[in-house]
């Protein structure tokens, strides 16, 4: 098996590159790519942990590989909602930069 | 007579549901009045009749069969409320709470005949009056922390309103001014009794049981609540330097609210300190022992020399209200037997005179238009009648002897002398200056010649629903005056047992 | 009889209920003034049955019918009554001119027709506390009354209110003798710690009075007599006297000559049990008594103010008798002699009579002529026979010419004074003072009468006598001021009779005869210097105010024209008593209001501008921008993780 170590480091890695997109990307739509990126590093995570999970215990829990699939489905659902918010930004503001809509401020 | 109906939560309940009604009339809110007067003197009635069967000596065979009286408490009773942390419905009346319990209803009573001509949201105004008649007479009964800090608060919501909808040209500073001074205090209130409640660790709220714990507490963690309880209710007293919300609040609320906040308000922060803060925690209160007197005579003093400069009858008023309200915490800082019982009898001479004084302003306010006394003079020879009300109601708040205050200032000035000798030189100056403040005030804008400033052609005298409470006050006034024994032999056994804790007083 | 005593004072106070509860329809016979007459009268007859059995011999002193007042701790407050011979002579002069002048009223307050009824009512009630005071058993109880004359000598002063210079009169009346009356309470308070009861009874036992240490009981005696000061218009708090000359005249003769200003002399001579326990005050007293007599003199010698020459005349006779209580005590205390306790009451006794007499013969000529200023007065005495007569009867007996009250009064007070400076030679100067003060009062009283009734009118007016109602009383109270000396020969004799009130502080009990006393009065040279220099005011008066053409003017300048300015000042007290109310007093009251307004509210405020402010400051982080708020969040994420997972364990919590 392919240690552990390599899996975490994996998905600490995508995390990371999806926060970096998250925290520096000004376009809405590259930053909701990364922020599905995020939660794909979470998913590896849990898919990683409920494989190791059932062989060292010589048991078949697929719980964590089924919780992905919900999980990859709420992302889809949230996409979905995520671009029609955006679109309904770029129809009022004309933009879809996030420094640029900032009108909930003070 | 009255042993099995539960008399206290009657009274508390009877305004309540007046105030209820008194919302629901809808269109016809001229009715409102007459709910509330009826709905208030059903409770003073009640109230009456509960002073008439109140046991006054405690050593009296029957004592002994009255439910609660172990702790001098009569009328006592107590159903579970919230039974997971410990809160219950308790109440129960004392020689304490009984002058304070009747004033409430008399005095509410009374200004609510006084706003007979209030035209102005009269649904709300008679409502939100009752609704603080009913938190006013839950603080003086409650004998359980969390009831007794949920009547506190219901306290401030009326008041607030009243100064906001009714008040004068700067109602909303005062309103604010007003609530967010008393609700800070309230807070440091709150962590007292949470203090308490986890230190006494009993899983109750009930004022009796923690006490039974709380003279135990160490006496660093005693000084502390104490310390907080102080500024809690030293705030609604009000003492120097916490007091100027006081003149603020006065000014602008409107006459009735002004007898209310002056008659009842100012007193919850004596009795909290009598019925909570010096009993329960007797190590703190005597650490505190020159705290209080050093505030209660700079109250005293500084009230009294600021009365001098005011130029507002009703500004002037609720000046020396902080001057006597001073005379109550001097008392209660000697922590002797004489001096709080001089205290709590100066809170009930308090709330009687200063109602008087108030009810006074409003006449001259709403006769004349105008309170400044510049503006006033010779009122005499038009309002004869208002004169000498309120010259009786001046001299009776100067300490004049046969009338309510003196006896409550001569013991307090007593007790101080036993205490702290000759630094009762400190205090009586404020007799004098007292006397003069309202001498001459009453010299500028009664006497002489009348004044050019205002019209005062179509000046009347007092009206019906105006002389009459001030009457009425005036005469209880003078009936105490010369009778102080019928209140003094009440609150002294409660005052007794209030001060078990300091060996004997 | 005694035990009904406490009646006495209820039918005044029923009157004044009557007279100010009673609707205006049902009141009237001339607005309740035949109730006040019945009310003074009832109270008079009352007061007559009590003094007849304390001349018979006996007295209720603490064993009388109690009331009580309040109960606290272990302290009981009674009230009761207190009847000896101290109180038979104050009963004696509240009667007689309390009733003489609410007669005279009927006639004086005619005119006043809206007014009439609270006059009455004001009237009865200082009567009826007047009552009250005299027949106190127990300081408190005294003390309670003390401030209710107070507050009806406020009421009446200011009777005309819408006169500005009444209504502060009155004001200032209250004030200053409220400056007393915190003094009367600080020594009462003082004689409650030590003895634990305020009864004269408790007090004035040998217990009561052993229970107080020594200093304490200095301090309280001159406290209690600080009352005195106040009340009785003693040197430096008796500039409210002649300012409540403002009242009525009846007033002026009831309240402020006869009654409530010796109610201090009285409480003096009450507290005498305490005082002989110390000198120290005793010699304050007299000291205070004779500096007060010769100021107040001094001051009548210039006035123009028909009432306030009477006024100041009262403070300096009050003067004396403070003085003769002073050195009374000191007499009890090293001679065992009754006298200047004596002396005392019995001037004051006398002065009560004669003065109210000067006073209303005043009210009767100010009605007559509708000023008070002597200045425009003058001739009346052809137009107003009965007054200026009975007025002359007055001025005589003041002045100390036998066999008028006065004289008699007088020598026995100077004499007294004289004999207690064989103890302390202080009070030698004292009796310098005193002379000084008899040769000043015949002069100025006389100045007053000349003025008033000699020579020609110096201004328009139409005089004529008074009614009946008016007359009668002032012929009744002549009479008296001529014969009341002579009860010091009635019986044992008037020294022996008010000796009796103090009998268990001294041995002596002197029971003179007659012609013991008139002998050892006329054997005596003394006597004669102040008949001599009486004699002589008399004369310098009729020299520069009867005979025409003297000239006046020449006082007028250099040092006496100094002189003149201060006395027509009035010793510059009471600018200073001004000056310190409004420049001291409210001047700091307005620095206290600005602290107030914008140190005290200013921190609250700026605690509110503070939040207001803060939170001003504080939403500008609030960028609006998603992805800083993100960076924060990382941020404080890795910054917690490090917490917990280094910072915490490194620390070892």
Same mark, same amino acid.
């Given at each position: 098996?392919?240690?552990?170590?390599?899996?975490?480091?994996?998905?600490?890695?995508?995390?990371?590159?999806?926060?970096?997109?998250?925290?520096?990307?000004?376009?809405?739509?590259?930053?909701?790519?990364?922020?599905?990126?995020?939660?794909?590093?979470?998913?590896?995570?849990?898919?990683?942990?409920?494989?190791?999970?059932?062989?060292?215990?010589?048991?078949?829990?697929?719980?964590?590989?089924?919780?992905?699939?919900?999980?990859?489905?709420?992302?889809?659902?949230?996409?979905?909602?995520?671009?029609?918010?955006?679109?309904?930004?770029?129809?009022?503001?004309?933009?879809?930069?996030?420094?640029?809509?900032?009108?909930?401020?003070? | 007579?009255?042993?099995?109906?539960?008399?206290?939560?009657?009274?508390?309940?009877?305004?309540?549901?007046?105030?209820?009604?008194?919302?629901?009339?809808?269109?016809?809110?001229?009715?409102?009045?007459?709910?509330?007067?009826?709905?208030?003197?059903?409770?003073?009635?009640?109230?009456?009749?509960?002073?008439?069967?109140?046991?006054?000596?405690?050593?009296?065979?029957?004592?002994?069969?009255?439910?609660?009286?172990?702790?001098?408490?009569?009328?006592?009773?107590?159903?579970?409320?919230?039974?997971?942390?410990?809160?219950?419905?308790?109440?129960?009346?004392?020689?304490?709470?009984?002058?304070?319990?009747?004033?409430?209803?008399?005095?509410?009573?009374?200004?609510?005949?006084?706003?007979?001509?209030?035209?102005?949201?009269?649904?709300?105004?008679?409502?939100?009056?009752?609704?603080?008649?009913?938190?006013?007479?839950?603080?003086?009964?409650?004998?359980? /922390?969390?009831?007794?800090?949920?009547?506190?608060?219901?306290?401030?919501?009326?008041?607030?309103?009243?100064?906001?909808?009714?008040?004068?040209?700067?109602?909303?500073?005062?309103?604010?001014?007003?609530?967010?001074?008393?609700?800070?205090?309230?807070?440091?209130?709150?962590?007292?009794?949470?203090?308490?409640?986890?230190?006494?660790?009993?899983?109750?709220?009930?004022?009796?049981?923690?006490?039974?714990?709380?003279?135990?507490?160490?006496?660093?963690?005693?000084?502390?609540?104490?310390?907080?309880?102080?500024?809690?209710?030293?705030?609604?007293?009000?003492?120097?330097?916490?007091?100027?919300?006081?003149?603020?609040?006065?000014?602008?609320?409107?006459?009735?609210?002004?007898?209310?906040?002056?008659?009842?308000?100012?007193?919850?922060?004596?009795?909290?300190?009598?019925?909570?803060?010096?009993?329960?925690?007797?190590?703190?209160?005597?650490?505190?022992?020159?705290?209080?007197?050093?505030?209660?005579?700079?109250?005293?003093?500084?009230?009294?020399?600021?009365?001098?400069?005011?130029?507002?009858?009703?500004?002037?008023?609720?000046?020396?209200?902080?001057?006597?309200?001073?005379?109550?915490?001097?008392?209660?800082?000697?922590?002797?037997?004489?001096?709080?019982?001089?205290?709590?009898?100066?809170?009930?001479?308090?709330?009687?005179?200063?109602?008087?004084?108030?009810?006074?302003?409003?006449?001259?306010?709403?006769?004349?238009?105008?309170?400044?006394?510049?503006?006033?003079?010779?009122?005499?020879?038009?309002?004869?009648?208002?004169?000498?009300?309120?010259?009786?109601?001046?001299?009776?708040?100067?300490?004049?002897?046969?009338?309510?205050?003196?006896?409550?200032?001569?013991?307090?000035?007593?007790?101080?002398?036993?205490?702290?000798?000759?630094?009762?030189?400190?205090?009586?100056?404020?007799?004098?200056?007292?006397?003069? /403040?309202?001498?001459?005030?009453?010299?500028?804008?009664?006497?002489?010649?009348?004044?050019?400033?205002?019209?005062?052609?179509?000046?009347?005298?007092?009206?019906?629903?105006?002389?009459?409470?001030?009457?009425?006050?005036?005469?209880?006034?003078?009936?105490?005056?010369?009778?102080? /024994?019928?209140?003094?032999?009440?609150?002294?056994?409660?005052?007794?047992?209030?001060?078990?804790?300091?060996?004997?007083? | 009889?005694?035990?009904?005593?406490?009646?006495?004072?209820?039918?005044?106070?029923?009157?004044?209920?009557?007279?100010?509860?009673?609707?205006?329809? +049902?009141?009237?016979?001339?607005?309740?003034?035949?109730?006040? #007459?019945?009310?003074?009268?009832?109270?008079?007859?009352?007061?007559?049955?009590?003094?007849?059995?304390?001349?018979?011999?006996?007295?209720?002193?603490? @064993?009388?019918?109690?009331?009580?007042?309040?109960?606290?701790?272990?302290?009981?407050?009674?009230?009761?009554?207190?009847?000896?011979?101290?109180?038979?002579?104050?009963? &004696?002069?509240?009667?007689?001119?309390?009733?003489?002048?609410?007669?005279?009223?009927?006639?004086? !307050?005619?005119?006043?027709?809206?007014?009439?009824?609270?006059? $009455?009512?004001?009237? !009865?009630?200082?009567?009826?506390?007047?009552?009250?005071?005299?027949?106190?058993?127990? $300081?408190?109880? !005294?003390?309670?009354?003390?401030?209710?004359?107070?507050?009806?000598?406020?009421?009446?002063?200011?009777?005309?209110?819408?006169?500005?210079?009444? *209504?502060?009169?009155?004001?200032?009346?209250?004030?200053?003798?409220?400056?007393?009356?915190?003094?009367?309470?600080?020594?009462?308070?003082?004689?409650?710690?030590?003895?634990?009861?305020? @009864?004269?009874?408790?007090?004035?036992?040998?217990?009561?009075?052993?229970?107080?240490?020594?200093?304490?009981?200095?301090?309280? +005696?001159?406290?209690?007599?600080?009352?005195? #000061?106040?009340?009785?218009?003693?040197?430096?708090?008796?500039?409210?006297?002649?300012?409540? !000359?403002?009242?009525?005249?009846?007033?002026?003769?009831?309240?402020?000559?006869?009654?409530?200003?010796?109610?201090?002399?009285?409480?003096?001579?009450?507290?005498?049990?305490?005082?002989?326990?110390?000198?120290?005050?005793?010699?304050?007293?007299?000291?205070?008594?004779?500096?007060?007599?010769?100021?107040?003199?001094?001051?009548?010698? &210039?006035?123009?103010?028909?009432?306030?020459?009477?006024?100041?005349?009262?403070?300096?006779?009050?003067?004396?008798?403070?003085?003769?209580?002073?050195?009374?005590?000191?007499?009890?205390?090293?001679?065992?002699?009754?006298?200047? $306790?004596?002396?005392?009451?019995?001037?004051?006794?006398?002065?009560?009579?004669?003065?109210?007499?000067?006073?209303?013969?005043?009210?009767?000529?100010?009605?007559?002529?509708?000023?008070?200023?002597?200045?425009?007065?003058?001739?009346?005495?052809?137009?107003?026979?009965?007054?200026?007569?009975?007025?002359?009867?007055?001025?005589?007996?003041?002045?100390?010419?036998?066999?008028?009250?006065?004289?008699?009064?007088?020598?026995?007070?100077?004499?007294?004074?004289?004999?207690?400076?064989?103890?302390?030679?202080?009070?030698?100067?004292?009796?310098?003072?005193?002379?000084?003060? *008899?040769?000043?009062?015949?002069?100025?009283?006389?100045?007053?009468?000349?003025?008033?009734?000699?020579?020609?009118?110096?201004?328009?007016?139409?005089?004529?006598?008074?009614?009946?109602?008016?007359?009668?009383?002032?012929?009744?109270?002549?009479?008296?001021?001529? +014969?009341?000396?002579?009860?010091?020969?009635?019986?044992?004799?008037?020294?022996?009779?008010?000796?009796?009130?103090?009998?268990?502080?001294?041995?002596?009990?002197?029971?003179?005869?007659?012609?013991?006393?008139?002998?050892?009065?006329?054997?005596?040279?003394?006597?004669?210097?102040?008949?001599?220099?009486?004699?002589?005011?008399?004369?310098?008066?009729?020299?520069?105010?009867?005979?025409?053409?003297?000239?006046?003017?020449?006082?007028?300048?250099?040092?006496?024209?100094?002189?003149?300015?201060?006395?027509?000042?009035?010793?510059?007290?009471?600018?200073?008593?001004?000056?310190?109310?409004?420049?001291?007093?409210?001047?700091?009251?307005?620095?206290?209001?600005?602290?107030?307004?914008?140190?005290? @509210?200013?921190?609250?405020?700026?605690?509110?501008?503070?939040?207001?402010?803060?939170?001003?400051?504080?939403?500008?982080?609030?960028?609006?921008?998603?992805?800083?708020?993100?960076?924060?969040?990382?941020?404080?994420?890795?910054?917690?993780?490090?917490?917990?997972?280094?910072?915490?364990?490194?620390?070892?919590?």
């Amino acid at each position: 098996m392919i240690p552990i170590e390599y899996w975490l480091v994996f998905s600490s890695l995508l995390f990371c590159i999806g926060a970096y997109g998250v925290l520096t990307r000004k376009n809405a739509i590259v930053v909701l790519m990364c922020i599905e990126i995020m939660l794909n590093s979470a998913n590896i995570n849990l898919v990683m942990f409920s494989s190791y999970h059932s062989v060292l215990h010589g048991t078949v829990d697929p719980s964590g590989q089924v919780f992905t699939l919900f999980s990859i489905a709420i992302a889809a659902a949230e996409v979905a909602v995520g671009l029609a918010i955006l679109l309904s930004v770029y129809r009022r503001y004309q933009t879809i930069e996030v420094d640029k809509i900032n009108i909930l401020r003070w | 007579m009255m042993e099995n109906i539960p008399v206290l939560s009657l009274t508390i309940l009877l305004p309540l549901i007046g105030a209820l009604i008194s919302f629901l009339l809808g269109k016809r809110g001229h009715m409102a009045k007459w709910v509330a007067l009826i709905f208030s003197a059903a409770a003073f009635i009640l109230s009456l009749a509960l002073a008439y069967e109140f046991v006054v000596d405690p050593s009296s065979a029957a004592a002994g069969e009255i439910e609660g009286y172990s702790n001098g408490y009569q009328y006592y009773e107590s159903h579970v409320w919230i039974e997971a942390i410990g809160i219950n419905y308790i109440v129960g009346i004392d020689g304490i709470s009984l002058p304070m319990f009747v004033l409430t209803t008399l005095l509410c009573m009374l200004s609510i005949i006084f706003s007979w001509d209030t035209d102005r949201r009269p649904k709300e105004y008679f409502g939100l009056m009752l609704i603080l008649e009913v938190g006013v007479l839950g603080v003086f009964v409650s004998l359980d /922390y969390f009831m007794f800090y949920v009547f506190w608060e219901i306290v401030l919501i009326p008041m607030y309103l009243m100064i906001g909808i009714w008040g004068g040209p700067r109602k909303d500073y005062a309103a604010i001014k007003f609530f967010i001074y008393t609700h800070v205090a309230s807070l440091a209130m709150l962590i007292a009794i949470m203090a308490m409640y986890f230190e006494a660790s009993l899983g109750t709220f009930s004022m009796e049981a923690i006490a039974t714990q709380s003279v135990d507490f160490s006496r660093g963690m005693q000084v502390a609540i104490f310390a907080a309880m102080f500024f809690g209710f030293g705030v609604k007293l009000p003492m120097v330097p916490f007091h100027t919300w006081l003149p603020d609040a006065h000014v602008e609320a409107p006459t009735a609210g002004s007898v209310l906040l002056a008659g009842l308000l100012l007193k919850m922060g004596g009795y909290g300190l009598i019925r909570v803060a010096i009993p329960s925690l007797p190590s703190g209160a005597e650490d505190m022992v020159v705290v209080m007197a050093v505030i209660a005579v700079a109250s005293i003093l500084y009230g009294a020399v600021l009365c001098l400069a005011q130029n507002d009858l009703k500004k002037m008023v609720a000046y020396s209200s902080i001057s006597h309200m001073g005379f109550v915490l001097l008392g209660y800082a000697t922590l002797g037997e004489l001096g709080v019982v001089a205290g709590v009898f100066q809170m009930f001479a308090h709330g009687l005179v200063t109602a008087v004084l108030f009810m006074m302003c409003g006449v001259v306010q709403h006769k004349c238009g105008t309170r400044l006394i510049d503006n006033l003079g010779g009122l005499a020879k038009k309002m004869p009648i208002a004169a000498a009300l309120m010259t009786i109601g001046f001299l009776a708040s100067l300490g004049l002897p046969g009338l309510v205050s003196f006896a409550a200032e001569f013991m307090v000035f007593a007790a101080v002398f036993f205490k702290w000798g000759l630094w009762i030189f400190l205090p009586i100056i404020a007799v004098v200056v007292t006397a003069a /403040y309202y001498l001459w005030a009453l010299q500028r804008s009664m006497f002489g010649p009348m004044t050019e400033k205002i019209d005062l052609s179509h000046v009347k005298d007092v009206d019906w629903y105006e002389g009459l409470p001030v009457a009425i006050l005036i005469v209880l006034i003078a009936i105490f005056g010369v009778f102080p /024994y019928l209140i003094f032999s009440r609150i002294g056994p409660a005052v007794e047992i209030a001060l078990r804790a300091f060996g004997g007083g | 009889m005694l035990e009904y005593a406490w009646l006495i004072p209820v039918f005044p106070f029923v009157a004044f209920l009557l007279i100010s509860l009673l609707p205006k329809r +049902t009141l009237s016979w001339e607005d309740g003034a035949g109730y006040a #007459i019945g009310g003074a009268a009832g109270a008079l007859i009352l007061s007559a049955l009590v003094i007849g059995d304390v001349l018979a011999g006996n007295t209720m002193v603490g @064993d009388g019918p109690k009331f009580t007042w309040l109960v606290v701790a272990d302290i009981e407050v009674t009230f009761g009554i207190w009847i000896d011979q101290l109180t038979a002579i104050m009963l &004696v002069v509240v009667a007689i001119v309390g009733t003489l002048v609410v007669i005279y009223s009927g006639g004086y !307050m005619h005119e006043e027709a809206e007014r009439r009824r609270r006059y $009455y009512a004001e009237i !009865m009630l200082f009567i009826s506390v007047m009552y009250g005071l005299v027949i106190s058993d127990n $300081y408190l109880q !005294m003390f309670i009354f003390w401030e209710l004359v107070g507050l009806c000598s406020y009421l009446l002063i200011g009777f005309w209110y819408e006169k500005p210079s009444a *209504a502060s009169a009155a004001k200032r009346a209250f004030i200053v003798t409220r400056v007393g009356d915190i003094m009367f309470m600080a020594g009462i308070i003082i004689l409650f710690k030590y003895v634990g009861s305020l @009864d004269f009874a408790n007090l004035f036992g040998d217990e009561g009075v052993a229970a107080v240490p020594n200093d304490m009981m200095i301090l309280a +005696t001159a406290l209690i007599f600080g009352g005195a #000061i106040g009340k009785s218009a003693q040197f430096p708090l008796h500039e409210w006297l002649p300012d409540a !000359m403002e009242g009525p005249t009846t007033v002026s003769a009831l309240i402020h000559a006869a009654t409530m200003v010796k109610a201090g002399v009285y409480l003096t001579a009450r507290s005498y049990p305490l005082l002989v326990q110390a000198p120290d005050t005793l010699l304050f007293v007299a000291v205070i008594g004779g500096v007060t007599a010769l100021i107040a003199a001094t001051v009548a010698l &210039v006035a123009t103010d028909i009432k306030r020459v009477l006024a100041y005349s009262t403070i300096s006779q009050l003067g004396y008798m403070t003085l003769a209580l002073g050195a009374g005590g000191y007499l009890v205390v090293y001679a065992d002699s009754a006298g200047g $306790y004596s002396a005392a009451l019995f001037h004051l006794m006398n002065h009560a009579f004669f003065k109210a007499l000067l006073f209303l013969c005043a009210g009767s000529v100010i009605h007559a002529v509708g000023t008070n200023d002597m200045r425009m007065m003058g001739g009346l005495g052809k137009k107003m026979k009965i007054t200026s007569l009975t007025m002359l009867v007055g001025a005589i007996a003041i002045s100390g010419v036998p066999p008028f009250s006065g004289f008699w009064s007088k020598d026995e007070v100077l004499a007294a004074v004289y004999s207690a400076g064989e103890f302390n030679s202080l009070f030698l100067l004292l009796w310098i003072m005193g002379i000084a003060t *008899a040769f000043m009062t015949a002069f100025y009283m006389f100045r007053m009468w000349f003025m008033t009734f000699a020579g020609e009118p110096r201004s328009d007016y139409h005089a004529h006598e008074s009614p009946k109602l008016m007359t009668v009383p002032l012929m009744i109270l002549a009479a008296l001021a001529m +014969t009341s000396g002579f009860v010091l020969f009635i019986g044992d004799g008037f020294g022996a009779f008010s000796g009796d009130s103090i009998s268990e502080l001294f041995h002596g009990g002197h029971h003179e005869s007659a012609a013991d006393i008139l002998s050892h009065i006329f054997g005596d040279p003394l006597t004669y210097v102040s008949l001599v220099l009486a004699v002589m005011g008399i004369l310098l008066a009729y020299r520069m105010y009867y005979v025409p053409g003297f000239d006046r003017s020449v006082f007028a300048r250099g040092l006496s024209g100094r002189l003149q300015k201060a006395l027509e000042n009035r010793w510059y007290i009471s600018r200073f008593y001004d000056d310190f109310a409004v420049k001291v007093v409210y001047g700091f009251s307005l620095v206290a209001d600005a602290f107030d307004r914008y140190v005290i @509210d200013g921190i609250v405020n700026g605690f509110a501008f503070l939040g207001a402010r803060s939170g001003n400051v504080i939403r500008r982080t609030q960028t609006g921008n998603v992805q800083r708020y993100t960076s924060l969040i990382v941020v404080g994420l890795c910054l917690l993780l490090i917490f917990m997972l280094y910072i915490v364990p490194w620390g070892g919590w």
